[in-house]
């Protein structure tokens, strides 16, 4: 069992930045793919960004079109920790962002049901 747990969220102004961090316990997610998707009031639960696990000397990263470029994803494996960058904050990105981790693959994937371990959320809140 892997058990991510976010934080980092909060109330900003439009055009600052967040860091939000993703802790796992339970398991070494090193070799896991990892991401973030987020959910607007009234909207579905949509992908944000994916990172690939440790499978060689590089990580791969995956952005939705309306984060390129303003978004980071990283991750720490000695800490067993992800972090999802946020700059250039937009009211429209104001939703509960959850941490995912899809156990037995270090694939991402922007298909939401191949990610098995989900935390509960922190909410970003953007104003104008």
């Known amino acids: 069992q892997v058990q991510p747990v976010e934080s980092g969220g909060g109330l900003v102004q439009a055009g600052g930045s967040l860091r939000l961090s993703c802790a796992a316990s339970g398991r070494t997610i090193s070799t896991y793919a990892m991401g973030w998707f987020r959910q607007a009031q009234g909207k579905e639960r949509e992908f944000v960004a994916a990172i690939s696990g440790s499978g060689g000397s590089a990580y791969y990263a995956d952005y939705a079109d309306s984060v390129k470029g303003r978004f980071a994803i990283s991750r720490d494996n000695a800490m067993n920790t992800v972090y999802l960058q946020m700059n250039s904050l937009k009211p429209e990105d104001t939703a509960l962002y959850y941490c995912?981790?899809?156990?037995?693959?270090?694939?991402?994937?922007?298909?939401?049901?191949?990610?098995?371990?989900w935390g509960q959320g922190t909410q970003v809140t953007v104003s104008s």
């Open positions: 995912v981790a899809r156990s037995g693959s270090m694939y991402y994937t922007r298909e939401r049901h191949w990610y098995d371990y």
